[in-house]
């Protein structure tokens, strides 16, 4: 199947790399890219022949978070459609976060906002040096209420709070800190770093590395049905709130937000 915001590439060991490719856009994250993104786990997932999935990103940018017309359409949208938009993404993070297959993030350039939301969905991530992260919704007052499950899973919630609502810029070396991310590279050493946690899997039995994934998400933290529609209600929450229509309006106008004068 081809995609329009993403690609995928095989080879013939059985390792799929799924490409976000928006590379113009700097991979920013819009309702195409969203269901492209879904439709291609369940593709590899339902794929006996892949093994391994790698997670990477063409141009110079992981991904920079929400692409401004996909934001432009959300301040304008009626509630309903807002909250529609809010679970296409959250659907998204959880077919990442369920492949059965290892999941392997290959991260460069920078990583904001949802970008760090599939980040936290790998099984294991290998950063770049100098790729730079931040969680900067409440910035344009907003939270990372859909991403937050996967984000709070992955560093735990002492670590998390360290970066969770404060908008700041991270780099690698703290985001290892925080368990974001499993190791620093240099760029050139990218690729041998991520093939290094793919050859190990290419010894396993498909199998047992599928339900050992599903016992790991069981015996960890619970991201249920009802914790996706709490943080689908919060981000519409924020949305009908003054602060957001303030402060993306502001980033719009390129003028300051009310809580910067």
């Not at 590899?44 to 401004?68: K, M, P």
């Not at 996967?150 to 609502?165: D, H, I, N, P, S």
């Not at 519409?236 to 937000?257: N, T």
């Amino acid at each position: 199947m081809s995609y329009e915001t993403v690609s995928l590439d095989r080879d013939g060991r059985g390792v799929a790399t799924l490409w976000l490719d928006r590379a113009g856009k700097h991979n920013a994250m819009n309702a195409r890219m969203l269901s492209d993104i879904h439709a291609a786990a369940q593709e590899l997932n339902t794929d006996a022949s892949v093994r391994v999935v790698v997670l990477a990103a063409r141009g110079r940018t992981f991904c920079a978070g929400g692409d401004l017309d996909w934001m432009r359409q959300q301040f304008d949208a009626a509630p309903a459609e807002r909250g529609a938009q809010a679970r296409v993404l959250a659907e998204m993070l959880q077919a990442l976060n369920t492949l059965d297959k290892p999941l392997i993030g290959r991260v460069h350039g920078n990583c904001f906002g949802g970008g760090v939301g599939m980040v936290s969905v790998c099984d294991v991530a290998i950063a770049a040096e100098p790729v730079q992260m931040a969680l900067t919704e409440t910035r344009l007052g907003l939270i990372p209420a859909t991403i937050g499950p996967y984000v709070l899973a992955r560093m735990g919630e002492g670590k998390a709070r360290r970066v969770f609502m404060s908008g700041r810029r991270f780099g690698a070396a703290e985001a290892r800190e925080m368990d974001l991310v499993a190791r620093v590279v240099p760029l050139g050493d990218l690729d041998a770093a991520v093939e290094a946690e793919i050859a190990p899997y290419l010894e396993t039995a498909p199998g047992a590395v599928a339900r050992a994934k599903r016992l790991a998400r069981y015996l960890g933290p619970a991201i249920t049905p009802e914790v996706i529609e709490t943080s689908i209600a919060e981000l519409v929450a924020c949305w009908e709130g003054e602060e957001a229509p303030a402060g993306i309006g502001a980033f719009f106008d390129k003028r300051r937000p009310p809580w910067q004068e």
